[in-house]
């Protein structure tokens, strides 16, 4: 299982990003070949992505084929979830600079015990050795 975080979502629904040309092919093995994982806190920041960016009608379409998609698992942020997010906050905040929506990511990995990330996220890249975790990250300009 492979969680993809939101700003993935966001590059490759949106071919005026400069980075959806760098995502597109990755993502869409991705889409082919592997269980993908998300929470609910990431499918409202890609819906508000869309929102802000599309048309009433485009950005419905795209959330509609988002949060249908058959080989994704969508996690609840219920208060088990929310309880393992406040740890990861606590234990990264101060030192590594995580925040709460990225906090819910890494809370979300470890609930379903998920090693590979797909983000373009610097924190996920400074705490991947900590958290031994795969990140992959097609978005980057420069090899990691």
């Given at each position: 299982?492979?969680?993809?975080?939101?700003?993935?979502w966001?590059?490759?629904?949106?071919?005026?990003?400069?980075?959806?040309e760098?995502?597109?092919?990755?993502?869409?093995?991705?889409?082919?070949?592997?269980?993908?994982?998300?929470?609910?806190?990431?499918?409202?920041?890609?819906?508000?992505?869309?929102?802000?960016?599309?048309?009433?009608?485009?950005?419905?379409?795209?959330?509609?084929?988002?949060?249908?998609?058959?080989?994704?698992?969508?996690?609840?942020?219920?208060?088990?979830?929310?309880?393992?997010?406040?740890?990861?906050?606590?234990?990264?905040?101060?030192?590594?600079?995580?925040?709460?929506?990225?906090?819910?990511?890494?809370?979300?990995?470890?609930?379903?015990?998920?090693?590979?990330?797909?983000?373009?996220?610097?924190?996920?890249?400074?705490?991947?050795?900590?958290?031994?975790?795969?990140?992959?990250?097609?978005?980057?300009?420069?090899?990691?």
């Amino acid at each position: 299982m492979i969680f993809v975080d939101s700003n993935m979502w966001c590059y490759y629904f949106d071919q005026r990003l400069p980075e959806h040309e760098r995502v597109l092919e990755p993502m869409r093995e991705i889409l082919k070949s592997e269980e993908i994982a998300c929470n609910t806190i990431i499918v409202m920041e890609v819906a508000h992505y869309l929102v802000r960016h599309f048309t009433e009608k485009t950005a419905r379409k795209k959330i509609d084929y988002f949060i249908n998609l058959r080989n994704m698992r969508i996690a609840d942020f219920n208060r088990p979830l929310m309880t393992q997010t406040l740890d990861a906050l606590l234990e990264h905040a101060y030192t590594d600079g995580l925040g709460g929506r990225d906090a819910t990511v890494i809370a979300t990995l470890k609930s379903l015990n998920i090693k590979k990330l797909v983000s373009h996220d610097d924190i996920f890249k400074r705490l991947s050795n900590k958290l031994t975790l795969e990140l992959i990250d097609p978005a980057r300009t420069t090899p990691t």
